[in-house]
């Protein structure tokens, strides 16, 4: 069993910056990949960023490449995403996720096997 509980999240203007921090409880995080998910307001869930279990392995959707940096710290179980210069389409609930069986590429909700509650990114323009 894994809990995870997210942080970080607030308002920002455009072209800010914010780090998200993903707090995970148990032993095993550090065998599990994880990764960065949002939802914006009225739309589905969507995958922006994963990353293996020893770090490596890290993927990023177009809309964030440049910008976002998924990172994870083994020893503190904890997983992070920095967000800069970001943008309004940015606003949204960000999610962390935790998923064994992720190798590279697009992390798939329904293979998503433990969810954090999530937390609340507005940019502002």
């Known amino acids: 069993q894994v809990q995870l509980v997210e942080s970080g999240g607030g308002l920002v203007q455009a072209g800010g910056s914010l780090r998200l921090s993903c707090a995970a409880s148990g032993r095993t995080f550090s065998t599990y990949a994880m990764g960065w998910f949002r939802q914006p307001p009225g739309k589905e869930r969507e995958f922006v960023a994963g990353?293996?279990?020893?770090?490596?392995?890290?993927y990023y959707v177009d809309s964030v490449k440049g910008r976002f940096t998924i990172s994870r710290d083994n020893a503190k179980n904890t997983v992070y995403l920095q967000m800069n210069s970001l943008k309004p389409e940015d606003t949204a609930v960000y999610y962390c996720?935790?998923?064994?069986?992720?190798?590279?590429?697009?992390?798939?909700?329904?293979?998503?096997?433990?969810w954090g509650q999530g937390t609340q990114v507005t940019v502002s323009s």
């Open positions: 996720a935790a998923d064994r069986d992720y190798g590279l590429g697009i992390m798939y909700p329904s293979e998503v096997d433990y």
């Open positions: 990353i293996g279990w020893s770090g490596g392995n890290i």
